[in-house]
């Protein structure tokens, strides 16, 4: 089996609403989505989607995907699809580093994968825990704490039961957010308090202190893995690691140091399913609690991160999330990963088991072949 040609589409992905970040300091309003479609000599294609929320969370962006293909794609025609590791260390050594740009393809192998033996992508990657899917976390803009409430009471509305609410900014509104958002916590739902950095060291020690009686886990408090060991070593708030995961040397410090319990494994940032995949097993060794999900995109990339998630055990599973809930444009209509109950089931059809619909995408911007 082998690589023939490669489609690059662009798409843009608008928010059905702005949506405020990191205490407010970033605004969203719409996703520059790159599509990679990899066709074989057999007659399949895989899809595959790259969208890194933006160009201001990560050091990413939509246009860097479409750069780098122009080296990667090249280097992966005439390669197989199903050799994962080879086709990773290909692109490694094509381009080191950029992992965000070879998710897309990395999971469009993955797809062929799938397709050529008839297995869904969550049995190929070790086999499915949760029939039902994992549970599907909100993402809740940052705002005041009645708003943030009201926001969380339209996603239970909807039957979800995980959140993730975006604080950072102000430290005593943070507070406030905090203990209003838990004082209205209903039995069984799951919140964690999202900072996407915001915080410098001091201001992290002093908000997750004064809510330390509460058990709360905090998402990214401050920038870097050295700052969040720093303030790990002063509070007793549970730390989740998030924008600074991007490889296994990564996970590893975070492990060995003790400096946090949960983990965020986006799919997208950290290059791919297949190394993905490597990230979750070493978080399970290190018995750790996991969010795995996409950086954002839309059904195309929220399915591949389903796939994976619905592999992990659920006692290690907080949740993923499915940013397509928050797009006014659906490439899929109806099909893929979808909110049932406030759970994502990954597909049961082989590979992804979602491609786009080509009428929505318009023509490809480059070609390889
Ligand atoms: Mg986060």
Redesign the pocket.
Known sequence: MKITRISVYRTDLPLTKPYWLSGGRLRFDELDSTLFAVEADDGQTGWGEGCPWGHTYLPAHGAGIRAAAELLAPALLGQDPRELDKINRIMDLTLPGHLYAKAGLDVACWDLFGQSCGLPLAELMGGRESLAGAPIASSISTGAPEEMLAEIQSYRDRGYFAH?A?VGGDTGLDVARIRHLEAERNPGETI?Y???RAWSRQEAVTVMNQVADLGVTV??PCETIDDCAAVSRRTGASI?L??RLETQGDLTRFIADGIGEVV?I?INRVGGLTKARRLRDLAEAGGLRM?IMESGGSVIADTGAAHLAATVPDHLMIGSWLCHDMLSRDLAPGRGARNDAGRMAAPTLPGLGVAPDLTLIGAPVAVYE
């Open positions: 993730s975006k964690v999202d900072v996407n998402e990214q989740c998030d924008e965020n986006k969010l």
